[in-house]
């Protein structure tokens, strides 16, 4: 398991064969998750935007699928840690043990020490064995007994949450929410697509079957090229007045975090990458702006009275927040200049 | 109780005050008085009535009760009880009174003396309207109600008054007015209570309501709008623009204006003589075979400084007049009927009629004097005016007229013919009626003396006076024209001790066609009329035949210059082509001495409508523009836009040489900011056509959902335009966020195919919406608008804070504890 440093990967893909990578990850992966390409896409996105994609959805909808196909697309080390109540965070993280041999202690790494970590159930574990996770998800390091341990490059938790049984789970602290750059919901497949899955997931587990169509080290040059994607200076206003109206909105008691724009605005460029083009998009932004940012806010009482969800709100305002644009100031433009610099979000019937 | 007793007493007082309009009627003040006292002891009444609790039918009949008591005592007839108490031959006094006034409106004008009708009449009126006034105030509690009767007193004097009311009336009674319901709502307030400002302060009874700033503020933008909506409307300003436009120089447009008794005729006269142009003013058409002049004015007032026109005074037209005089021997009288067509260009409140008219056909309001033989009206004008009247020409005979005896020194007419002394004219007429026995003879010598061999000639350029020292002059110079052969006779024969008075009228003029005579501006002519007893007025016209176009001579006064030719017997005109005199054609004459001799501005023209036709003209020219404005401004902005796109199909800087517009290399090699701009502009354009078109725009849609928006709902099945949109919003995303923005594609033709879809996919009313007044451009003035209000109130505001620092009502705040 040696630890190449991004100086070694290689330049800028040709746009073509960045896509041609990507669509081959996402064909392989669509050979066991069916009719799901958009949700493949965003999973891939968020390993290409070195980010930690939370799945949540009911179950038996293909979490845990999606987790392991996509692990197993990549030729990389893979480990998978089912969350329990009784989870460790050593069992996570690594221990030191004794070595009488050598009479020293020895580090003897934990689930995490791998490029693709599958957490099935994550919120059945203990806050304090959640808590184990945070240090590894954003630092990519983790520190026993003093020693800090870099992990490998690619990195990515992929977990998977029920949202619906909540008896004997521990809801994912805040803190931990906002380390997920996206949260994705499964959800059903269509008649179609599921009559394929019973003919196809008859006879054989379609996942024994799969393999790797892409390794780490094209990981790594992906990633790279990633950070190369051009984002327009309108647009990175824009990812920021998105979040600062998650944080102004009435509705909404929390509001992003500024990793939050950070990671939406890196979703953003491997969404593009992964569409061939050289550069990102609003309507990127937009669509990423429910699974990137519904996770991390908390809906007021009222809100939630109403039963209006955080995707419902993210999307209203997104549906709401003009587009900055550079070369003029629009005649239709419906952002009054008030003196405190807030921006109204009622559009204007033109 | 006591407010109410206030409140009767400021609607008193207002209605006092209301009436003040009234004393530009009136010739003194008698009527402010009787007035005062039947509004004092209506208002009296009143608060006795309310005193004791009176419902408010009862008040209203203890009123009018107390008015009929103070009519009563006001104006007795003599039968009354305790002489305040009427009787019914009270009551019929008063309707003899009332049936009076409505004479005495007639005969009399402003101002007009204190006769007992008229009183009546007023202090009727005025007790009446406090009455009304006291009810809507007091009993009914709307005292904005009460300025309707008050605005009555108003209209009054504005009917009597055809140009000019003096002002200082009406601001008195809208002073009255406003006390009245300042009165009324301070009691409002204050039986409402303590008041308090938005944040609880108590604001004492002195202070300025919170509210009064914005009160202040909506009635001067009232008082302001009142004053200037008026104005823009053309037709309410047509007499000042009419006064602009025609330019009437010094005539009789300015002279002429006024009732009856303030016109000038003589300056009229003079003004009209030296207009430059010749207008038609009356054609009149008579079956006598030789009229004499038609004449409308009289001048028989003499003083020191000239004769003026006596304000006339008569019954209405409509019955019969008698001749003046009774028949007698050497006066031969003939009935002719005659029809007179006025034109626009004689405006006066005078008709012209023959002398002694005895029968009318005319409509309006229009009135008779037979002793000044001037057809009148206080209201109307002669302007445009058409009417048929009966008259009895006299011809008298020399023989007769010599039998004449002098006026009995206690007939009326002496009073009104005296002329002052001045040593020049008695020494004169002395001179000339040395040796002439009769009245007659005295008259002749002195018609004769302005005799063509006695010096005297014709020019119009003289100074036009007519006071003693003018007459003076004229009569040693010798030079003159109607004007003051007609006076300076007048005064001579008043100086002889005979009634003799100035007429004015037109001389014949020319004969058009058939019986009907043209007479213009320069017919205009003044002559002399002599009163002999027994004959009534006789005239005498002393000017040169020859400076008269369309002179008429008569046995008992004829044409000095041709006496030595024999004229028939009877009367005979002097003018026309074969005209004797001089010989020259008087009109020639005229003209060519005023071009000779005068150095004198003349009019510069008739009055014409033109000023207001022109005004319309530039109203609907106005009009027009604003309206096709937005699709003009559209249309231009349009474009300016596709001439921006032009250089994006053939970049400048580039080798044309065998590459096609669509190269792709070829738009790659363009300045990228250049394509920037022109997808920027091609986008707006876009956007502006959809708004246009009634589609929706969302500020927050991106240009790819956009596009794929109208790809999917508006140009469903049309692949062309499909693809075009799209390619509109591609270039505009990559314009917008790629680092490489072009398209690859031309914009311009995808605009054209992107407008002729929607132009196709639009009903009638959106298209013709589009094409004249394009929503985009109607949206944008909108938003400027708001934009420019916005700023404009927020500088106000910050003035505002400025100010309010150093507002001392902020002090008096800060002084009052919370």
Same mark, same amino acid.
């Given at each position: ?271 593009? !990458? ?77 | ?44 009444? !009143? ?440 006076? !300076? ?67 008992? !006064? ?17 003018? =026309? ?27 510069? =023209? ?213």
């Amino acid at each position: 398991m040696t630890q190449q440093t991004r100086d070694e990967v290689g330049g800028l893909l040709p746009h073509d064969e960045f896509r041609a990578v990507g669509d081959a990850i996402v064909t392989n992966i669509e050979q066991v998750i069916e009719g799901k390409t958009a949700t493949v896409q965003l999973a891939l996105a968020v390993l290409l935007a070195e980010g930690h994609l939370l799945i949540e959805d009911v179950p038996g909808v293909g979490k845990t699928k999606l987790a392991k196909a996509l692990a197993r697309s990549i030729d990389c080390s893979v480990r998978r840690i089912q969350f329990t109540p009784d989870l460790l965070p050593s069992d996570v993280t690594g221990v030191s043990v004794y070595n009488q041999e050598t009479h020293d202690f020895e580090f003897r790494p934990g689930a995490v020490f791998a490029n693709l970590v599958v957490g099935d159930e994550i919120n059945r574990a203990s806050p304090k064995t959640q808590s184990a996770l945070l240090e590894c998800m954003e630092e990519r390091q983790v520190t026993v007994d003093g020693v800090t341990y870099p992990l490998q490059t690619p990195f990515m938790v992929v977990a998977t949450q029920n949202p619906i049984e909540m008896e004997g789970t521990y809801p994912l602290p805040e803190a931990q929410r906002d380390r997920f750059t996206a949260r994705i919901a499964m959800g059903y497949p269509d008649a179609g697509a599921e009559l394929a899955m019973l003919d196809g997931h008859g006879a054989t587990d379609p996942l024994e079957s799969l393999r790797p169509v892409s390794d780490a080290s094209t990981v790594r040059r992906l990633i790279t090229h990633v950070r190369q994607i051009h984002v327009a200076d309108a647009l990175k206003r824009y990812a920021v007045e998105l979040v600062t109206a998650t944080r102004e909105a009435p509705d909404l008691r929390l509001g992003a975090s500024p990793r939050a724009t950070l990671q939406l605005l890196r979703t953003a460029r491997a969404v593009a !990458a992964l569409e061939g083009r050289d550069y990102v998009l609003p309507d990127d932004l937009q669509a990423l702006a429910v699974p990137v940012l519904a996770h991390r806010i908390i809906p007021t009482a009222d809100a939630q009275l109403a039963r209006r969800t955080t995707d419902t709100i993210v999307a209203d305002l997104v549906h709401r927040l003009p587009l900055p644009q550079e070369h003029r100031r629009s005649s239709y433009d419906t952002r009054p200049t008030t003196d405190s610099g807030r921006a109204r979000y009622e559009p204007r019937r033109a | 109780m006591i407010s109410q007793r206030n409140l009767g007493l400021v609607a008193a007082a207002a209605t006092l005050l209301a009436a003040a309009p009234l004393s530009a009627i009136f010739d003194r003040s008698t009527w402010l008085f009787q007035s005062t006292i039947a509004v004092a002891v209506v208002a009296a009444v !009143a608060a006795l009535a309310r005193l004791g609790r009176a419902p408010r039918w009862g008040q209203v009949l203890a009123m009018l009760g107390g008015l009929l008591l103070a009519l009563t005592w006001l104006f007795p007839s003599g039968a009354e009880l305790l002489g305040v108490v009427p009787t019914p031959a009270t009551i019929g006094h008063f309707g003899a009174l009332a049936e009076a006034s409505l004479v005495d409106m007639r005969t009399h004008r402003v101002r007009v003396p204190d006769t007992d009708p008229l009183l009546f009449l007023t202090v009727l009126s005025i007790g009446g309207i406090a009455v009304l006034v006291d009810l809507m105030t007091v009993g009914l509690r709307r005292p904005a109600l009460a300025g309707l009767p008050m605005l009555a007193v108003y209209s009054v004097p504005v009917a009597v008054y055809v140009d000019s009311v003096p002002p200082l009336p009406f601001v008195i009674g809208a002073a009255g007015y406003l006390w009245l319901l300042a009165a009324d709502n301070v009691d409002r307030v204050r039986r409402f209570g303590r008041r308090f400002t938005g944040d609880g302060r108590g604001v004492d009874g002195w202070e300025a309501s919170p509210l009064a700033a914005a009160g202040r503020r909506l009635a001067a933008v009232g008082v302001a709008v009142a004053v200037l909506l008026p104005l823009a409307v053309p037709g309410m300003t047509g007499d000042l623009l009419d006064r602009f436009g025609s330019g009437t120089g010094e005539g009789a447009g300015g002279a002429g204006r006024g009732t009856a008794s303030q016109v000038d005729l003589f300056s009229a006269l003079q003004g009209q003589l030296n207009q430059g142009e010749v207008t038609d003013m009356v054609k009149v058409t008579t079956n006598e075979s030789e009229p004499f002049y038609l004449r409308f004015g009289t001048a028989d007032q003499l003083r020191s400084d000239g004769f003026r026109a006596r304000p006339p005074s008569g019954t209405a037209v409509n019955r019969e007049f008698g001749p003046t005089v009774p028949d007698r021997e050497g006066i031969t009288r003939s009935r002719y009927r005659a029809t007179v067509e006025v034109t626009e260009s004689f405006d006066m409140p005078l008709l012209p009629v023959y002398a002694e008219p005895v029968q009318f056909k005319l409509n309006g309001r229009w009135s008779y004097d037979p002793n000044q033989q001037v057809l009148f009206s206080n209201r109307e004008r002669s302007s445009s005016k058409r009417y048929e009247f009966e008259y009895v020409r006299s011809t008298y005979s020399p023989t007769a007229l010599r039998q004449a005896r002098p006026l009995p020194t206690e007939h009326s007419l002496r009073r009104q013919t005296a002329a002052p002394t001045v040593p020049e004219v008695e020494a004169l007429v002395d001179e000339l009626t040395q040796g002439q026995s009769t009245e007659f003879d005295k008259v002749r010598a002195i018609y004769d003396h302005f005799a063509t061999e006695n010096g005297f000639s014709y020019a119009l350029s003289t100074e036009g006076g007519t006071g003693g020292q003018e007459i003076v002059d004229f009569l040693t110079n010798k030079v003159g024209f109607c004007q003051q052969y007609a006076a !300076a006779m007048a005064w001579l024969v008043r100086a002889a001790d005979i009634p003799a008075r100035v007429a004015f009228g037109f001389s014949t003029g020319t004969k058009s066609d058939g019986d009907t005579y043209v007479l213009t501006n320069r017919n205009l002519h003044a002559w002399t009329e002599v009163y002999f007893d027994g004959f009534g007025w006789v005239p005498f016209d002393a000017t040169p035949a020859y400076g008269v176009s369309g002179s008429v001579r008569s046995d008992w !006064a004829p044409d000095l210059d041709a006496e030595e030719e024999e004229v028939t017997p009877g009367p005979s005109t002097t003018a =026309g082509p074969a005209g004797s005199g001089s010989g020259t054609n008087p009109n020639q004459a005229e003209e060519g001495l005023e071009e000779e001799l005068s150095g004198q501005p003349s009019g510069t =023209g008739t009055p014409t409508r033109t000023g207001s036709s022109w005004l319309w003209a530039v109203g609907a020219l106005a009009l027009l523009l604003l309206l096709t404005a937005p699709a003009l401004q559209r249309s231009a902005l349009r474009r300016r836009r596709s001439g921006r796109r032009m250089p994006s199909a053939v970049p400048a800087g580039v080798a044309t040489g065998g590459a096609s517009s669509g190269d792709h290399r070829m738009m790659v090699l363009a300045d990228a900011d250049r394509a920037r701009a022109d997808a920027h502009a091609a986008w707006d354009e876009l956007l502006d056509t959809l708004v246009d078109f009634r589609q929706q725009i969302n500020g927050a849609e991106t240009p790819r959902a956009t596009a794929s928006r109208l790809a999917r709902d508006t140009f469903r099945a049309d692949t062309e335009a499909t693809s075009a949109v799209r390619l509109l919003g591609r270039a505009e995303e990559l314009a917008r966020y790629a680092p490489d923005p072009h398209p690859g594609e031309p914009l311009l033709p995808a605009l054209r195919r992107v407008r002729a879809a929607l132009v196709a996919g639009s009903d009638r009313r959106t298209r013709l919406l589009a094409a004249a007044l394009p929503p985009s451009m109607v949206l944008r003035w909108r938003g400027a608008v708001a934009d420019a209000s916005a700023r404009l109130m927020s500088s106000y505001g910050r003035f505002r804070a400025a100010t309010l620092r150093w507002s001392p009502r902020r002090l008096l705040t800060d002084r009052h504890p919370r």
